[in-house]
């Protein structure tokens, strides 16, 4: 569709379907911190992978540097692309990697998420869905290096194809601190309110989280996107069907200024995940000093390390009880718990990973061992 001051000159590509203001999740989340920390080798294809648009906004994508926008029938225009490394995000993009844009380039695949159900089922991980499996696997194949953002990914990759175990790597995700933002006191008010904020499909465990807390004093507040229509209905039809809606407010999506108001309005951020590769939004809430009440599964666990309040989702009961101590929880644990997680925060940067990927680059590059 158009460029913006994009160049042949790059040593490395990432390709992408999340980037700037047209992003969905934690995938998004992570492309933009990547553009922001890249280096001038470094350019950007942002590929709509929807229906065809002819009215893309140049303002949707950042800095409007290095980066080319197509939609996914201008993919054959990549076979001009000298770079020696193509990074990608989605294994959507297997079928449209023709051997024309990849022939001489290696391909680094970042593995946001294993596509598969939550819990699998252990007869077939991916639930029957062969169109995805084969997508995945042939990206997987296609690719010298394949990077997880959760060491529990890498074990649930490893467990599932131990063939890829030599090329996987661990790069968690980052954020940019805000050494200057305001610290959220609102735990220490009597009355408390969480807030989730996020996609709302089963592996979120929305309506999990609402039958423990629907015996409790609460309000949640719940921040989605409208798209996500079909489990928001199941959610409706939850709330009605036990008469608490009384304790659920929907707030619509929220991004930027209204995501600060969010933030700004709740006691502490709920993260009732099922399935959770990463967590992008808990480090987006501790970089803020916001208290947090999440699972443990998957990457949380690694990054609410010595933190009190998670728990396992797939005991019930657990998050009521859990949720209960911390509405009684004395203010000096809190504020302990507060701290450990602006410590935590600290250690997933978004300029370490970015450092970090840049190095794994530069070993591919040069042949070196990943």
């Known amino acids: 569709m158009f460029d913006l001051n994009f160049t042949n000159d790059y040593e490395v590509v990432h390709l992408a ?8 999740g934690g995938a998004g989340t992570y492309m933009n ?3 922001r920390y890249r280096n001038d080798r470094t350019g950007f294809v942002y590929v709509n992978l929807g229906e065809p648009e002819e009215d893309v906004r140049a303002a949707d994508f950042l800095e409007e540097k290095d980066i080319l926008v197509l939609n996914s029938n201008e993919m054959y225009k990549l076979s001009k692309l000298r770079c020696k490394v193509i990074v990608v995000q ?6 449209l990697l023709t051997e024309d844009i990849i022939k001489d380039k290696k391909i680094v695949y970042v593995i946001h998420s294993v596509p598969i159900p939550e819990p699998p ?12 499996r084969e997508k995945f696997e042939k990206l997987c194949n296609l690719s010298s290096l ?3 953002v959760s060491y529990a990914e890498q074990d649930r990759l490893i467990k599932m194809y131990p063939q890829y175990k030599d090329k996987i790597k661990v790069i968690h995700n980052g954020i940019t601190i805000n ?21 709302t499909d089963y592996r979120k465990g929305i309506i999990e989280c609402l039958e423990e807390i629907k015996n409790l004093d609460v309000i949640i507040k719940i921040a989605c996107p409208k798209n996500d229509s079909d489990y928001i209905a199941q959610i409706l039809s939850y709330i009605e069907k036990e008469q608490i809606s009384d304790k659920v407010e929907f707030c619509g999506w929220c991004v930027g200024k209204r995501k600060e108001s969010f933030f700004a309005s709740i006691d502490a951020l709920i993260i009732p995940s099922l399935y959770e590769p990463f967590g992008y939004i808990a480090l987006e809430a501790m ?10 599964n998957g990457g949380l666990a690694e990054i609410l390390s010595d933190y009190k309040y998670t728990y396992n989702p797939y005991e019930k009961g657990q998050l009521e009880k859990l949720l209960q101590q911390f509405i009684n929880e004395d203010s000096k644990i809190l504020e302990q718990q507060q701290s450990i997680l602006l410590s935590n925060v600290k250690k997933f940067t978004a300029q370490k990973m970015a ?16």
Do not use: H
């Not at 200057?180 to 904020?197: E, H, L, M, Q, W």
């Open 17 to 24: 379907n999340e980037l700037g203001k047209r992003l969905i």
């Open 33 to 35: 911190q990547i553009y």
């Open 90 to 95: 989605f294994y959507e993009f297997a079928p």
């Open 121 to 132: 089922p252990e007869d077939d991980p991916f639930g029957g869905n062969d169109d995805v």
């Open 146 to 148: 394949l990077i997880c």
């Open 179 to 199: 050494e200057n933002a305001d610290i959220n006191y609102n735990y220490k008010k009597s009355r408390k309110v969480f807030g989730y904020i996020g996609r």
């Open 287 to 296: 970089e803020r000093g916001l208290m947090v009440v999440s699972s443990n």
């Open 355 to 370: 450092m970090l990927y840049m190095i794994s680059m530069e070993e591919l590059i040069n042949g070196n061992k990943i």
